[in-house]
């Protein structure tokens, strides 16, 4: 008997809709993006947001500006890019948000790089004329302008590139000037010597913000200065009588200030002890509490500590008894010489005590020696006892030539010059004053966050703006309660308020109170550096930078404030640059009424933190961006600044310090801070270590959308990570994002308005499920924009696109995609219509929500769609009807999405021994289903689904349809329709 063959099936491939389209799901970043971005750039995109937002509500985020000495790396890259994000956020809501970028380009850092390209050649930069060396820097800084430029603009960073700021800009540097004569005007600059951060290595002062701590070894030494009276302690004055010898011991890790000390001080409330040396007339005053700590440290004997080997005892033997015991007001009145009193002069006078409230009995010998040269506690408290610095150490870090102890020698802070064996801790020990040193103490010291070197406190002349002096020129503030009502209850009702006529500090705060910050704790973090922070150094003793412009009397030492003369030195630099500030050109600022022979022209150069701080003033103020005019007649102020955290004591407290004094009021109404990137263990990056991640090498591999995902997938309001492994699943999800485009722009081939459903009313139940997901994800996005909150809205958008759409909703509805269109439905079953309905909005949607984080992608995306549409970024945010949102709707899907989770992992098991290949094969029994169970067998995508006591599985007996391969019981044979295929097929 033979086999009978079975009869040849029809291959029905041609009636059904598969997807089409010319999008590839292979992305091809790296060389695609440069040519959309060439697109952009020679169609003016640029111009064309500006024009379509013309007279729109304003959102304007000011551009801090980044140093422009190097390549762009993944800090500049992450901080452009959240800049970036809210630029295009609040486009996409309709906003007119333009951008203008800018740089910081005086200063030390670009001074110093050109000094080292000096230092190569063996050339000095003091013998070159200073405008042909500030060319120098300015070229220098305007190469690295122009290649930062191109690559944040290979970053897909929106804005306009052919006007940028640059403080080096005659006319910036004009507004500099201008603003430092506000000050000046309104007696708000002083001339003072007072300890500041100096920089022996750069021979300049530095602000705070130019400081970074390190963890390094020192020197810390034991010190004995004689008291040779002590007229309110009859402990001590009996020992002298007797003719001992009575010394206070000093603890530091500064030997070389001993050097220039001038007076020791101490702690009214503490508890000090006369403490014996055994068998010698011979006694030291140290804190109660301390005096065991210090005979440890002077009984030390090895190769590293050299010391006496003293052995300390209490004074007449009793440990813990009253006797040497006195309170730490008896010394006031007390005086000791220095240990290097036989060197004469300054070192032979004497040595006061004086009560200070810094001294602790927490460490040390609670007895601190002062030093006003190179200490701020040290300056205040001798200033306040007529005791004035001596200015000892020179620029360089050396002592002055002249100096009786050590002229000429340093530098002061080299270890080896502090050293136990080094030239200070021999002198001192030759003059039986060393008690114990060690080269062994370990704590953080502030370093040159340029140079890396080390820094001391040194008391020079400077330029400052004081904190606390009364501000005339700011117009007191109404009552609170009168504010309250004028301003709309627009400020926070617990708040003080400033006082009739404000300090600088106290208008700072009050502006701190009015902004908002995002993090929050960034109001603590800066208002805590603002109420503390000393008077403001201006001044720099360099060469490329905005000078100092002022004329001081040189008899009476007071600054010139004349207007007139003030308006011709403005004009000068607005025309020539800071060149225009010299001596040959004194005459002609000073005008007939003065006599430059009777003038000190100050060659001292800004801060460049105050350069930056008057950014606003140059760029929000001056009209050179009339996008950035205020049409609303609001104040000058930004919407928003937007740096990383570290700006607190930086840009941002430098910028509200600078408008606060000259306005009265901050110059941004919210600051948003980021973290630093750390390598993907969590290590700061460093070259030196090789676990940098170079954004123009990830472009150049990767694409610039794959960096933007990243930096927007992060919490970047905290350090965050970033690394190889990182940027391959931020590569995997853009993929998968990529894919759901892709799958969209497939399933709308050939979608026309004929067959869009508009009553969603009319529509299945999953098609408005899904739209209430869709309000729901719209609100949440919405507020993720407002509130900043760009991790919460990329990771929203790609959950919605991975879990709600592809593993569901796609999945779900691509049986009704591919089959419900044929010759007896031209337009596709009403199910079919609502489905690509539903796209359709999905699509629009999700292209605009994708926009601001994958610039590059998104315009593929639409142009794909709309070749001939104009670009993306042109758009605003969808229309998406909140009235969709149903919550009961969404309550019971979720149920519905539970129970299918449930199906496809108890079908899983099948699946993988083969015994169900596709959950097709499977019927299923489910306890308390949500949907009819009929309903579900679509929604599960399994043949048979019916009410059950328990969830089982078994395969099902049905035949397969040979179109859409559902296994359904009127299926009479593999191969046949379905009743479903059928009705499509046939013409009406």
């Known amino acids: 008997m033979t086999d009978t063959p079975a009869p040849e099936q029809r291959d029905y491939r041609d009636t059904v809709f598969l997807p089409k389209t010319d999008f590839p799901m292979k992305a091809g970043l790296p060389q695609k993006e440069p040519l959309i971005l060439a697109k952009w750039l020679a169609g003016n995109l640029e111009g064309q947001i500006r024009e379509a937002r013309q007279g729109r509500d304003q959102f304007i985020l000011h551009d801090g500006p980044p140093y422009a000495n190097g390549d762009m790396h993944i800090g500049h890259a992450l901080n452009h890019i959240l800049k970036d994000m809210v630029v295009r956020t609040q486009t996409l809501k309709g906003k007119d948000a333009p951008y203008v970028p800018g740089w910081d380009c005086h200063g030390l850092p670009i001074e110093w790089k050109v000094e080292e390209q000096y230092r190569k050649k063996k050339l000095n930069k003091d013998e070159v004329p200073v405008e042909e060396f500030r060319a120098e820097c300015r070229a220098y800084a305007q190469h690295w302008v122009d290649t930062q430029r191109e690559q944040l603009k290979r970053l897909g960073i929106g804005g306009d590139w052919d006007h940028p700021y640059l403080t080096m800009d005659y006319e910036a540097e004009a507004t500099i000037v201008r603003e430092l004569l506000k000050f000046a005007a309104n007696d708000m600059l002083y001339r003072g010597a007072k300890p500041v951060m100096w920089s022996p290595v750069e021979k300049t002062a530095l602000a705070e913000a130019e400081i970074e701590y390190e963890d390094i070894v020192s020197t810390q030494i034991d010190v004995a200065f004689e008291i040779t009276e002590a007229p309110n302690c009859p402990d001590i004055s009996e020992l002298i009588d007797k003719g001992w010898g ?25 508890k000090y002890r006369i403490v014996a040396e055994g068998g010698v007339a011979r006694a030291w ?7 065991e700590d210090v005979a440890e440290r002077a009984f030390r004997y090895d190769r590293e500590v050299v010391n006496y080997g003293l052995h300390f005892e209490p004074l007449g033997g009793y440990p813990g008894g009253d006797e040497g015991l006195f309170l730490g007001s008896e010394l006031e009145g007390a005086v000791a010489r220095h240990p290097m009193h036989h060197l004469g002069g300054f070192f032979a006078r004497p040595r006061p005590f004086l009560a200070g409230d810094f001294v602790t009995t927490d460490s040390g010998t609670g007895l601190v020696h002062m030093s006003p040269d190179h200490g701020e506690d040290d300056f205040d408290l001798c200033k306040a006892n007529g005791i004035d610095p001596v200015f000892a150490v020179e620029g360089d870090g050396k002592y002055r030539e002249d100096w009786g102890w050590l002229g000429g020698q340093g530098s002061v802070i080299n270890p080896k010059f502090n050293a136990p064996d080094g030239p200070i801790c021999t002198d001192l020990r030759e003059a039986g004053a060393l008690l114990a040193a060690s080269a062994d103490y370990q704590h953080s010291y502030p370093h040159s966050w340029r140079s890396k070197a080390k820094v001391i406190y040194r008391c020079t002349p ?24 004028s301003e709309g209850g627009a400020i926070n009702p617990h708040e003080e308020g400033l006082c009739d006529a404000p300090t600088l500090r106290q208008a700072a705060m009050h502006a701190i109170e009015r902004t908002r910050f995002v993090p929050e704790k960034g109001r603590n973090r800066i208002g805590s550096m603002v109420k503390d922070r000393p008077d403001w150094v201006l001044s720099r003793q360099r060469a490329w930078g905005v000078p100092i412009t002022l004329f001081v009397d040189r008899k009476t030492g007071v600054y010139l404030n004349d207007p007139a003369v003030n308006d011709r030195i403005v004009a000068a630099v607005k025309a020539g640059g800071v060149d225009a500030w010299s001596d040959a050109r004194a005459q002609e600022y000073l005008g007939d009424q003065y006599d430059a022979a009777d003038y000190e022209r100050i060659v001292d150069i800004l801060d460049v933190w105050f350069d930056s701080g008057c950014t606003h003033a140059f760029v929000l103020e001056s ?26 004591r930086g840009w941002f407290q430098s910028s509200l310090l600078e408008s606060c004094g000259t306005r009265g ?124 909150d760009f991790n919460s809205y990329s990771r929203l958008l790609a959950d919605f696109c991975n879990e709600d759409l592809s593993a569901f909703y796609f999945d779900i509805r691509k049986d009704v995609l ?24 999905l699509f629009h949607a999700l292209v605009r929500y994708a926009a601001p984080v994958l610039v590059f992608t998104a315009e593929e995306v639409w142009g794909t769609r709309y070749p001939e549409a104009g670009s993306v970024h042109l758009l605003e945010w969808p229309s998406v009807d909140a009235a969709w949102n149903d919550a009961a709707l969404a309550s019971k899907w979720s149920g519905v999405r539970t129970q299918r989770e449930a199906v496809t992992e108890a079908i899983e098991p099948y699946r993988r021994e083969k015994t169900i290949r596709s959950s097709l094969e499977a019927e299923v029994a489910i306890p308390d289903p949500t949907l009819d169970p009929a309903a579900l067998e679509e929604i599960f995508i ?47």
Not at 259 to 266: D, R
Request: proline letters at 5%; a negative charge.
């Open 462 to 485: 400077q330029w400052f703006v004081p904190m606390d002096k009364i501000m005339t020129h700011i117009e007191p503030k109404a009552p609170r309660e009168q504010r309250w009502e």
């Open 818 to 841: 591919y089959c419900d269109l044929g010759p007896a439905a031209p337009l596709g079953t009403d199910t079919r219509r609502a489905y690509r309905s539903v796209l359709d909005t």
């Open 665 to 788: 009021q901050a110059p941004y109404k919210a600051v948003l801070t980021h973290g630093f990137t750390m390598d993907s263990k969590g290590f700061k990056q460093s070259k030196s270590l090789g676990n940098t991640t170079d954004p123009v090498k990830v472009m150049e591999t990767n694409g610039a959308d794959i960096i933007r995902l990243w930096a927007l997938s992060v919490d970047f309001t905290e350090d965050h990570r970033i690394g190889d492994e990182i940027l391959k699943g931020v590569a995997d999800q853009y993929r998968k994002l990529r894919n759901t485009f892709r799958y969209l722009l497939g399933a709308l081939d050939g979608f026309s308005e004929g067959e869009r459903i508009t009553d969603v009313a009319a529509m299945p139940e999953l098609e408005r499920y899904m739209l209430s997901l869709l309000a729901d994800l719209d609100a949440k996005m919405a507020r993720a924009v407002d509130d900043f």
């Open 623 to 648: 009209g050179k961006w009339p996008a950035l005019v205020r049409h609303d007649g609001g104040t000058h102020s930004a919407d928003l600044y937007l740096e990383g955290s570290d700006q607190h």
């Open 942 to 988: 399994v043949s048979v689904a019916r009410a059950g006591d328990e969830l089982t599985v078994t395969r099902t007996e049905n035949h397969k349809c040979g179109r859409c391969w559902r296994h359904l019981p009127e299926v009479t044979e593999d191969g046949s329709l379905c009743n479903r295929c059928d009705t499509v097929l046939t013409a009406a």
């Open 285 to 291: 005053v140290i804190a109660e509490d301390l005096w």
């Open 246 to 270: 009575v010394y206070g011991v000093i603890w530091t890790t500064t030997p070389w200030t001993i050097p220039v000390n001038q007076a020791l001080a101490f702690s009214p409330s503490a």
